[in-house]
């Protein structure tokens, strides 16, 4: 049974980080992509990364490039983004997702993912 847990969200200030973690189980990241979604209170849900270690590949959204980053430690089945610079527009529910094989060029679209974790709540504010 394929299980994603996320966790390291919480409430920030302006400017601050934060490293939140995809647990998988039950999957080996090696050989798939993990994507990085959010959704903000009503807001569309947004992809923000997609990496894969079949081919090294990684991928960010213009609204986090720079700022945020991705990566993965396939022995312990982690996956890590670390958040930084935050502002109250990064205020969400984070995401992360599986799915086997490359990011593909159209890379954030939910439907291409298989399996999904619950969610980290983050929350910047003053």
């Known amino acids: 049974q394929v299980r994603l847990v996320e966790s390291g969200g919480g409430s920030v200030r302006p400017g601050g980080s934060l490293r939140l973690s995809c647990t998988a189980s039950?999957?080996?990241?090696?050989?798939?992509?993990i994507g990085w979604f959010r959704q903000a209170p009503g807001k569309p849900r947004e992809g923000i990364s997609c990496?894969?270690?079949?081919?090294?590949?990684?991928y960010y959204a213009d609204s986090v490039q720079g700022r945020f980053t991705t990566v993965t430690d396939s022995t312990k089945k982690i996956n890590y983004l670390d958040i930084t610079r935050l502002t109250s527009e990064d205020t969400a529910i984070y995401t992360c997702?599986?799915?086997?094989?490359?990011?593909?060029?159209?890379?954030?679209?939910?439907?291409?993912?298989?399996?999904w974790g619950q969610g980290t709540q983050v929350s910047v504010s003053s």
């Open positions: 997702a599986v799915e086997p094989g490359f990011c593909p060029p159209i890379w954030n679209l939910a439907q291409d993912y298989s399996y």
């Open positions: 039950g999957y080996t990241l090696d050989y798939s992509r």
């Open positions: 990496t894969s270690d079949a081919d090294g590949g990684t």
